[in-house]
C-alpha cells in the first residue's frame, strides 16, 4: 500500500512539473507567438479552428465524479449484512413453514413478520437517502457562468463550457476566470485567488513578458487562473487551458477517485460481523441442543432459526437511519444542510478539526484596521485625508479603497460639499500609487497620494512627525521603514499617505508632480477574526476537539490571525518543509504543530491523511479549490454554500453560514446522535444476547422449548417497535463533552458484562413458573399432567416468560441509556417514556386476548404480577451495580 501510495506521488509530481514547464514557456512568449502556437488571431477563432481546438485540447468542463444511479441506491438501502441475514432466514422460514408442511400446518406469519423487517427496514433508509440526496442537489449552482469571448472580430458572451484554447478573453471586475489564461493586456488588474491559494489579499496582475520565469503555482503575474475572481480593473488574454487540464482540473481529478471510509461506516461494517458471528455460534447451538433432547429436529430447526432472528438487531439501519435524519433535521433549523447523513456521527467523533484560515477564522473581508500618523499614533487627519484620495478618485475602487471609505463615514464627520475635485493621476503598476487633487471652499488646493511604502518615500522629501514637518532623512526613512515591518508583522498590509499644498503646475498635473511631497502617515489593513472565533474555539477545546489551522496564506498573516483568536504557536511550519518531510516524519509533525502555512492542496490533504493514520477522526472545513482534496480524505468534508462548486462537491456538510458556532453545535448533535445509536445496539445486543443465552439453559433442562418461534419474533416486533422512540431521547450532558468513537470491541465487551445479568432473572423467572405458578394453577407439575393439562402448563409458562422479557427488556433500555440511576437522576424523553410504556402495556395484555391464544399463550395469575415486579426490581437494581463496576473499570458507558 505503501508503495502504491509513492508511486502515486510520484506520478501527481510529474504532472505538475510538466504544467509548470508548460506555463513557464507561455510566460515568456509575445502575443504574436502565443497566437501561432494556438493558431488563433487577434480577430479571435472561426468555428473551423474552434473545433479543431476542441478535438485537440479537450472540452472546458470539469468532471466531480460520477452519481450514483437510482438502482445503487435502493441496494444499499436494502442489502445490508442484517437484512440479507433477515432475508436468508425468512426463504428458509417460507420452505419449512409453508411449502414442507400439510395444508392444516401451514403458517405465514413469520414469514410475513420477517419480510415486515426488511421491507420497513430499507424502504425508511431509502426514503432519507433520497431526501438527504434532494436537499444537496438543490444547493448546487444554478447560474450558468458565461464569458466575453472574441468570436469573428466582435466580443459576445457564451457559456464557460464552449470556451476552447486559443479564445480570446475580455475580464471586467466581478468576472470569474473560466479558464487558465496568459494576460496579454491588464488595467489596474486584482484578482482574488482565495480560492486557489487561501490568500487573503487580491493580488496584482500584468501583461509584462516574463523572461527566465520560475513560476510557482498560482503566483506568476501574467496568469490567471480558472477559479478565481477579478476583483477591480480589466483585462485581456488568450485561454492556455480547459477543463481537466487547468490547475482546476487537476484538483477535479484527484476528487473523482473513491473516497476514504469514514470511522463510522468502518464501526457499523465491524459491529454487524460481530453481532452476526454471535449469531452463527448460538443458532447452532441452540438446534443441536433442543434436537437431541427433545428428539424433534424440524421443530428444533425452526425455534433454532427464531433464535437467530431474536439475536439479529434487524432494525439497526432503520434505527441508524432515523437518528441520523433527526439529527439532520435538527441541524437543518441551525443552518447546515446534510448531504451525507453519515456525516452526523462523525461530527460527534470529530477530536481533530483541521480548517482553512481565510473566511473561517477570518471575516474574509479586508478592513481599515490603523490610520496612523508617523509617529504611529491613531491620526483622524491622516484617514481623512486617505478617503479624499479614495472617494475622488474616477477608477473602479479596490478592497482597499472601499475599506477606507467604510471607515471614514463611521469615524469622520465626512462632508465632500466642502471640497472639489481639480485632477487626478490614475494607479499603474510601475508607479504603484495614485494621486487626486482636491481644492477646498477657502481655495486651498492639494496633491494627495497613497500608494505602497517604498514608493512613497521615493516621492517624499519631508515627514510630519508630531504636527512638525521636517526634511527625510536616512534616519527618519529607517524609522518609518521599522514602524511598517512592525505593522507587517503583525499580518497587516501597509500603505501610505503623503500630501503636498497648493501644488504649482502648468497645464494638467501629472506623474511628474509627485515630488516633494510630506509624508503624513500610514494605512494598516487587515482581514480580522470574526467575532465569535475565539468563543467557538474555546467550546471546541472544551469538547475535547482539536483545531489545526492549514492555509495557503503567508506566515506574518497568519500568526497575527492566530494570536488575536487564542491559538498558541509554538512553530509555523510551512509547505516547503512539509514537501521534505518523509510520512513517518510528518506523522509526528502534524501531532506537535498547530498551524502550517504556505500549503498547497496535496499537502492539505497529506497532513490530513497523517491525521486519520493517527487514528483521529478529522474534520476539514474549507470553501477553496484549494481545500477540496483535503476535504475529500477527511472523515467528514465541510463547507459552506457560498463555496465553490468543487468544494461544495467534496463536502459531506454544507454550512448556510460560516461560522465555527454553528460547528460546535453541530457537533453536539453528532455526539447525541451517536448515543442514542449506541443505546439501541448495546442494550439490543446484551439483551438479545442474555434472553438467547436464557434460552439456552433451558433447552437443556425443560421438557419442552422454552418460548415458541412465532413468540419470540413477536416478542422482537414488540421491543423493535418501542425502540423507535430512541431517536426522541437525549443524552446526559456530561456525555457530550468529549468525542465519541465507534468500537466494536466495545459492544461485544457490553453483551458480555449485561448479557448475562438478564440471564440470572430469566432463570428466577422459569423456576418460579416451572415450579411454583404453573403447578399452582393447572393442579401438578409437569411430569403428572395428563397431555391436555400439559399444554395448558406449557402456554401458561410461555406467557409469563414473554412478559418479563418483554418487561426487562424495555425497562433496561431506561437503565442502559445512561450510567446515573435510571427515573432518578436521569430521565428519558417523554416521546421515549410514552412509547416505551404502551409497549410494556401491549405485551402484558397479550396473554388475556384471542390473538395472544393464537401465538399459545394464556392468561396471567395475579399472584405473578407481584413476582414479575420484585423480579424487575432486582432486576434493574442489579443492572445499575454492574453499570457502576462497567464505567469505573472501562471509562464509560455507551
Known amino acids: 500500500m505503501l508503495v502504491f501510495t509513492e508511486v502515486k506521488e510520484k506520478i501527481e509530481m510529474e504532472k505538475k512539473r510538466v504544467i509548470r514547464k508548460s506555463y513557464v514557456a507561455f510566460s515568456e512568449m509575445n502575443k504574436q507567438e502565443l497566437f501561432a502556437f494556438f493558431h488563433s488571431t487577434n480577430q479571435g477563432m472561426n468555428e473551423a479552428k474552434i473545433e479543431e481546438s476542441r478535438e485537440k485540447y479537450g472540452e472546458n468542463s470539469i468532471s466531480y465524479g460520477k452519481k450514483s444511479p437510482f438502482f445503487l441506491e435502493v441496494l444499499k438501502a436494502y442489502v445490508t449484512p442484517f437484512t440479507l441475514v433477515l432475508i436468508a432466514l425468512g426463504v428458509i422460514s417460507f420452505i419449512t413453514e409453508y411449502l414442507l408442511p400439510v395444508p392444516k400446518d401451514k403458517d405465514l406469519f413469520g414469514v410475513i413478520i420477517i419480510f415486515s423487517m426488511v421491507l420497513v427496514s430499507g424502504t425508511m433508509t431509502l426514503v432519507q437517502s433520497v431526501r438527504s440526496n434532494q436537499a444537496a442537489e438543490k444547493l448546487k449552482s444554478l447560474v ?91 483585462a485581456k488574454g488568450i485561454v492556455l487551458s480547459v477543463g481537466k487540464q487547468t490547475m482546476f482540473g487537476h484538483v477535479a481529478q484527484i476528487l473523482s477517485e473513491k473516497p476514504v471510509q469514514s470511522s463510522f461506516e468502518m464501526g457499523i461494517s465491524k459491529t454487524s460481523m460481530l453481532l452476526i458471528k454471535f449469531m452463527a455460534l448460538m443458532a447452532p447451538t441452540v438446534i443441536v441442543i433442543n434436537g437431541f433432547t427433545k428428539g424433534n429436529w424440524l421443530q428444533a430447526f425452526l425455534f433454532g432459526l427464531s433464535v437467530a432472528v431474536g439475536l439479529t438487531p434487524e432494525m439497526l439501519p432503520m434505527i441508524v437511519t432515523t437518528n441520523l435524519v433527526k439529527g439532520a433535521s435538527k441541524m437543518a433549523k441551525k443552518g447546515t444542510v446534510i448531504k451525507n447523513l453519515n456525516a452526523i456521527q462523525n461530527f460527534g467523533a470529530i477530536d481533530v478539526l483541521c480548517t482553512d484560515k481565510t473566511g473561517t477564522l477570518t471575516q474574509d473581508k479586508i478592513i481599515l484596521e490603523y490610520h496612523l500618523n508617523c509617529a504611529g499614533k491613531e491620526d483622524d487627519r491622516v484617514l481623512r485625508h486617505a478617503y479624499l484620495n479614495s472617494y475622488y478618485q474616477t477608477g473602479l475602487k479596490n478592497l482597499l479603497d472601499v475599506a477606507i471609505i467604510t471607515e ?108 516633494d511631497m510630506v509624508l503624513i502617515g500610514y494605512l494598516a489593513f487587515l482581514d480580522p477574526p470574526k467575532a465569535t472565533t475565539k468563543q467557538a474555539l474555546n467550546a471546541l477545546k472544551d469538547h475535547g476537539v482539536a483545531v489545526k489551522v492549514l492555509t495557503g496564506d503567508n506566515e506574518s498573516v497568519t500568526r497575527c490571525v492566530c494570536r488575536q483568536v487564542g491559538i498558541e504557536i509554538n512553530e509555523l511550519i510551512t509547505g516547503e518543509k512539509i514537501s521534505k518531510m518523509d510520512d513517518h516524519t510528518l506523522s509526528q509533525v502534524v501531532e506537535d504543530h498547530e498551524v502550517f502555512v504556505k500549503l498547497n492542496p496535496q499537502q492539505k490533504a497529506r497532513l490530513t491523511t497523517a491525521l486519520r493514520q493517527n487514528g483521529h477522526t478529522v474534520g476539514f472545513l474549507g470553501d477553496g479549490i484549494n481545500d477540496a482534496p483535503a476535504m475529500k480524505v477527511a472523515d467528514i468534508g465541510i463547507s459552506v454554500d457560498t463555496a465553490v462548486d468543487i468544494a461544495k462537491e467534496s463536502a459531506d456538510v454544507i454550512l448556510l453560514e460560516k461560522d465555527l458556532m454553528i460547528l460546535e453545535k453541530g457537533i453536539l448533535s453528532g455526539r447525541e446522535t451517536f448515543g442514542n445509536i449506541m443505546k439501541y445496539i448495546k442494550a439490543t445486543a446484551s439483551s438479545n444476547f442474555g434472553n438467547m443465552f436464557s434460552v439456552l439453559a433451558a433447552s437443556i433442562f425443560l421438557p419442552f422449548l422454552p418460548m415458541l418461534p412465532l413468540q419470540i419474533l413477536f416478542l422482537n416486533l414488540i421491543y423493535d417497535v418501542s425502540c423507535l422512540s430512541l431517536p426522541w431521547d437525549k443524552m446526559d450532558k456530561e456525555y457530550l463533552n468529549e468525542p465519541k468513537k465507534w468500537e466494536a470491541s466495545s459492544i461485544g465487551r457490553f453483551m458480555i458484562y449485561f448479557g448475562p445479568t438478564s440471564s440470572i432473572f430469566d432463570v428466577t423467572t422459569y423456576l418460579l413458573m416451572y415450579f411454583v405458578i404453573c403447578p399452582a394453577v393447572v393442579g401438578g407439575s409437569f411430569h403428572t399432567l395428563d397431555t391436555k393439562q400439559q399444554i395448558v402448563f406449557i402456554s401458561l409458562f410461555h406467557a409469563g416468560w414473554v412478559v418479563e422479557s418483554l418487561w426487562s427488556q424495555t425497562l433496561v433500555l431506561h437503565a442502559l441509556r445512561t450510567p446515573k440511576i435510571p427515573f432518578l437522576q436521569s430521565h428519558a424523553t417523554f416521546t421515549m417514556f410514552i412509547v416505551t410504556t404502551l409497549g410494556i402495556v401491549v405485551g402484558s395484555v397479550l396473554p388475556f386476548t384471542g390473538f395472544g391464544l393464537e401465538l399459545g399463550l394464556m392468561p396471567l395469575p395475579g399472584e405473578y404480577w407481584m413476582w414479575l415486579v420484585v423480579t424487575i426490581l432486582a432486576y434493574l437494581t442489579l443492572v445499575t451495580i454492574v453499570k457502576k463496576f462497567y464505567v469505573k473499570k472501562f471509562g464509560t458507558l455507551l
Open 408 to 515: 471614514a463615514e463611521q469615524t469622520l464627520a465626512t462632508d465632500e460639499s466642502k471640497y472639489c475635485k481639480v485632477d487626478e493621476i490614475p494607479f499603474d503598476f510601475e508607479r504603484r500609487r495614485m494621486s487626486v487633487v482636491v481644492e477646498d471652499v477657502a481655495g486651498k488646493t492639494q496633491m494627495i497620494t497613497k500608494g505602497a511604502i517604498e514608493e512613497m518615500l521615493s516621492i517624499s522629501n519631508y515627514i510630519d512627525l508630531e504636527g512638525v514637518v521636517n526634511p527625510l532623512t536616512n534616519e527618519k526613512r529607517a524609522y518609518v521603514l521599522a514602524k511598517v515591518k512592525e505593522l507587517n508583522e503583525e499580518g497587516m498590509r501597509v500603505i501610505g499617505v503623503a500630501q503636498k499644498t497648493n501644488p504649482s503646475v502648468v497645464g494638467e498635473f501629472s506623474i511628474k508632480d509627485e515630488s
Open 144 to 234: 450558468k457562468v458565461t464569458a466575453a469571448v472574441k468570436r469573428n472580430g466582435s466580443y459576445i458572451e457564451i457559456p464557460m463550457e464552449e470556451i476552447v484554447c486559443g479564445d480570446l478573453v475580455r475580464l471586467s471586475a466581478g468576472d470569474m476566470i473560466p479558464a487558465d489564461m496568459r494576460l496579454l493586456s491588464t488595467k489596474d488588474l486584482f484578482i482574488s485567488q482565495a480560492a486557489l491559494t487561501g490568500e487573503s489579499y487580491p493580488v496584482e496582475k500584468q501583461a509584462n513578458i516574463h523572461k527566465n520565469a520560475s513560476f510557482s503555482e498560482a503566483s506568476d503575474e501574467n496568469i490567471a487562473f480558472m477559479g478565481s475572481n477579478v476583483i477591480s480593473g480589466s
